[in-house]
């Protein structure tokens, strides 16, 4: 079983709609939780960050998280074509100076 | 402008022969980082390094060496590459050890090893 699995995708969504993106992670001892996007040929952009239970609100972004269920999400609201991309889930375990990435999930907005 | 710098950026190169490449950063982070990434694998840690002479091995560390004797500097090192080294890497940083995941990625380096 992977850490951080995603669904590879594309996420197909029509320009304005929801995008909703979703990420489990396997080790019960995790505790932060990241949202990079990454264009094709373009390097990880951090765009959220979420440690607690509940939701997070940026802008047009919102993370998810639940800790029980082990998973966490991202929801892009009024998404637009500028939003295609991958969007790479990370998570930090307490005490490990490291981020276990999932593979990313491809999202395409079409106009 | 805050950033950090990878050379070379792309990189072609014969198995065996030894091949550096440096990441620099002007943040004053103390955590750095490399990753690579490929396709269906995703990005994964090589190598990270939470202050000058301080580094430890991540995911995947064999065939690379790291050094960090400065702060803003974390080169990445393969004594004698292979074609399974082929990868795109990234070099990241973090401007706090105790967080070592808001990280901040350089544009990238894809090498390729024949």
């Known amino acids: 079983q992977k850490e951080v699995e995603q669904n590879s995708g594309p996420l197909s969504v029509p320009e304005g709609a929801i995008a909703s993106l979703n990420c489990t992670y396997s080790d019960r001892g995790s505790q932060s939780f990241f949202w990079y996007r990454q264009y094709s040929g373009k390097s990880p952009e951090l765009i959220m960050f979420?440690?607690?239970?509940g939701d997070k609100e940026d802008g047009r972004f919102t993370a998810q998280l639940n800790k029980a269920s082990q998973y966490v999400s991202l929801l892009i609201r009024d998404s637009q074509p500028s939003d295609s991309a991958t969007y790479l889930c990370?998570?930090?375990?307490?005490?490990?100076?490291?981020?276990?990435f999932g593979t990313g999930t491809r999202l395409l907005v079409s106009p | 402008e805050a950033q950090v710098t990878q050379n070379p950026r792309y990189l072609i190169t014969v198995t065996g022969k030894k091949l550096t490449v440096t990441c620099s950063q002007n943040m004053n982070h103390e955590y750095m980082s490399w990753y690579r990434q490929d396709p269906g694998l995703g990005l994964r840690q090589i190598y990270y390094?939470?202050?000058?002479?301080?580094?430890d091995k991540g995911d995947v560390p064999e065939g690379y060496k790291v050094s960090r004797k400065e702060k803003r500097n974390f080169p990445l090192i393969l004594e004698s590459p292979s074609p399974n080294q082929t990868s795109l890497y990234f070099c990241a940083s973090s401007p706090e050890t105790s967080r070592p995941y808001e990280q901040y990625f350089g544009p990238g380096t894809r090498l390729t090893v024949t």
């Open positions: 990370a998570v930090n375990r307490v005490g490990f100076q490291k981020l276990v």
């Open positions: 390094s939470m202050n000058v002479e301080v580094t």
């Open positions: 979420i440690y607690s239970n």
